[in-house]
Every structure is written in structure tokens, then in C-alpha cells.
């Protein structure tokens, strides 16, 4: 049996999963936590991966491994391969302002045009702004830039500092892919290429000497100990490869925040930076639109009802949709998408027969799914098509969710049984680059959701905004 490795390494945790090459069966899994915060030592990283592999049973076993990981964060290094300063996180807000300095510099339109995005304080670029910025003295130690997934994979090569590596701090060895390295900011995913204008205008000076990871292609490898290693990924590629995601497929992602990306063969170039028009991990293109308010708005609206989720799910199913007027617009942590960072959330329509908690329990789900409608229009309004929407996340499971998503979109809803797409999407590439074929390995579904869309939901929000 040829077995292949899929690493998740997210803000969260470190997972690990093995499967069979042949059937793409699980074979073992394994996990470790991360520490909390929004700027961490990479070195937490490095053990959690190494506790989540002995958790898995090791690589032993293994013969290709791909690591997949959260995107943007800031890992700098110098020339002794150390890392100067803690990662900046793309969940680390102080480079806002850097964010809006870039845009104004270069204008959102070339922006756009250059690397598919519009600044937001997410980016590894404007984190260099900011470490210009209020760090002059690290700045000018940077001899490379990676993202946290290129620096794992390093490591994970054998590379490093001196004093705890097997071959030292060769910076010429990072290597990343093109969905990593398309939220960067400073890299042009239809050119394959890094705007190195771009990232002299984020530091301020010169870039010519600083080290950028290798863009490889999808079915390329080098080589680790005893291990074939694909490029990596960033996770919401990673999550399109683990869904076995094609042109005319949608994810909807419900976690901490929402997501919705397509896979498409479209380049897209947002001047609004509405969609972030991310590169995918398969040579095509990854355009994606965040909400920052999904599932905590279910915590919260089952905690002020005093109920838990599975009860707040047969209040929400017993109301009618629309809710009898009653629109949450749930804004509650500021917004995203739109970008409304001070906003705060909002309940309409109050009458005293909508003020019910079978309406306040629907409302809330359906605020939710609808901000993220919102953003598939957007999606859509650059020709790309939505043939099916593959909706994940651990609210995915909710029955309420899925009824009522059936009724907020105007596609057909697959729920996949619940898995780490990311890790999953992660072993895909590994096996892509052992072979050099993609593998079609099945994915399995819980439930399609018959097409039942009801436009006074969305009509209702609309007249709200």
C-alpha cells in the first residue's frame, strides 16, 4: 500500500491525514493545537507539526506529503536562516492603515490588475508596511520572506538555523505554490510571476537581495528525508482539492467567518476589493469573498435565546421564510465584505407579531447566509457560473442551515460529510506530485439539497441595507 500525506497547518491547530493512493481511503489521522494569538514563534508550528505527524504514526510508511496552511502570514528571515521576529498573522489588524497607505500609493484599479487584490489588512504585504514602518531595525535584517506553509515545508526538508537543522540556512530552498503566494500582494498570478516593484514599495527599499520562495507548478516535487514534497498550499486552495472542486463548483465555508470561493479558469481583477482573486492550487484561478460573521452568529443567537443549537434549529425551521419581516443583519464583529470594520449588527422589522423566537432563531441564519449570497453574486458578476454549491463548515451541519440555504440559493446544495478538507485537499497534491495525474478519488456527500429558493429572504435584507 502507497500511502500519501495531507498537513493542515491553521490559525487553530496542526492536522494531519493519511490515505491509501490507490482507493484514497483514511488511513490515520492526527492532531495538535496551536497556541491563541494573532502574531505566534513559528516554532509552534514546527512542534505541533512534529506532534500531529507522531500523532498520525509518523511518515515512516509515507512516500509524498504536501503541507497546506493558513495564508498571508509574515515569517521573516535572515541570513542565518533564524526567524527575526513572531509571525504576523493575516487575523493581525495593526497593518490597516499600512493597507490603506498601498492602496492610495498605487490606486485599487492597478492593484487589482497587478495581483488580483485590493489591500486589506489581511495581506503580507501591508504587514511589511508595517514592519517598515514600526520595526526599521528587523526590516533591515530580512533576507527572505515566506508564509507559513513555505517555512514548514523548509523545515520539513531539513533546513533551518544552523543549530538545529540538518542542512543549514539555505534560502534558496523555499518553495511555495501559486495560491500561497497570490495573497501575498506582491505576486501576479497570471504572469506566475512576483511584482518585485510591489514589494519594494511595502518595505521601502530595496528587494533586490531579499529571497522569495519558489513558485512551483502543481504537479512539481523536491525532495525531504525519504519523502517526496509536493509545493503546499494555501488553505482555501487546499479545501477546493480536498471537495475535488471543478469549474462550476461554488464552496461555501461556514466557520468563525464565512467564505465563498469558485474554482474557474477565469482570471478575475476586483478593483473594489470585494473578491480577492486568489490563484488555485491547480493552475487555474480561486476568486473568494469573506464575511467576518457566520457561525458565532448562531453562539450568540442561541445563548440570548437561552437554547442550544439543536433547539435553536426547530425554533428557526418552525417560522416561516423571511421570518415574517425580521431581518438580522449580523454584523456583530464590524464587516468585511462589505467593508464596514465599525459596523455593528442590526434587527429590522420589529412588530409584535414578528418578535417571536421561532423568527429571531430563522432571521439570524438567514442574515448569515445571505450576506454570503451577496458575495456569489459577486462572483458571478465577473461570468463566473455556479453549476453547484458545496457547502462545509461545522454550522453546515446545522438542519436549519441547510433547509434554509436550499431557499437562500439559486443553485443546487451539496453538503459533504464532514471532513479536514484542507488536510484531505492537501494529500490530493502529494499524490499529484507523486504521480503526476490528479487523483480522482470520490467525494462523499451527506445530503443534496433539492432547489427551493424562496426570493422574499433575500428581498427582505435587500430593502434593509
Known sequence: MTLVAGVDSSTQSCKVVIRDLATGDIVRTGRATHPDGTEIDPRHWWDALQAALTDAGGLDDVTAISIAGQQH???????????????????????????TALTAEIGAAAYAQRTGLVPVASFTATKLRWLADTEPDNTARI?????????????????????????????DELITDRSDASGTA???????????????????????????????????????????????????????????????DIGISLGTSGTVFAVTDIAIHDPTGTIAGFADATGG???????????????????????????????????????????LQPWFQGERTPNRPDATATLYGMTLASTTRENLARAAIEGILTGLAEGLDAIRAH?????????IGGAAQNPAVQTIAAQVFDAPVTIPEPAEYVALGATVQAAWALTGTRPEWPLHTATTLPLDTRPIIREQYAARR
Not at 521573516?76 to 499600512?98: F, K, M, Q, Y
Not at 526538508?157 to 540538518?166: F, V
Open 285 to 327: 484561478y480561486l476568486p473568494l469573498v469573506t464575511t467576518l460573521n457566520a457561525a458565532r452568529v448562531l453562539d450568540t443567537t442561541a445563548t440570548l435565546l437561552g437554547v442550544d443549537h439543536t433547539t435553536l434549529a426547530d425554533l428557526a425551521l418552525t417560522a416561516e421564510p423571511g421570518s415574517a419581516g425580521l431581518v
Open 186 to 248: 506582491y505576486f501576479d498570478p497570471t504572469a506566475h510571476a512576483y511584482d518585485h516593484d510591489l514589494l519594494t514599495r511595502a518595505l521601502r527599499h530595496d528587494t533586490t537581495h531579499i529571497v522569495l520562495p519558489r513558485v512551483l507548478h502543481p504537479a512539481d516535487h523536491v525532495t525531504g528525508p525519504g519523502l517526496l514534497i509536493a509545493p503546499g498550499a494555501g488553505d482555501n486552495a487546499a479545501a477546493a482539492l480536498g471537495l475535488d472542486a471543478h469549474t462550476g
Open 143 to 171: 533576507a527572505a520572506i515566506a508564509l507559513p506553509h513555505d517555512w514548514l515545508t523548509w523545515r520539513l526538508r531539513g533546513y533551518g538555523p544552523a543549530r538545529e537543522s540538518t542542512h543549514g540556512p539555505v534560502l
Open 73 to 99: 502570514g509574515l515569517v521573516a528571515l535572515d541570513t542565518h536562516g533564524e526567524v527575526i521576529r513572531p509571525a504576523l498573522l493575516w487575523n493581525d489588524t495593526r497593518s490597516a492603515d499600512a493597507a
Open 383 to 391: 461570468d463566473v457560473t455556479a453549476d453547484r454549491i458545496l457547502l
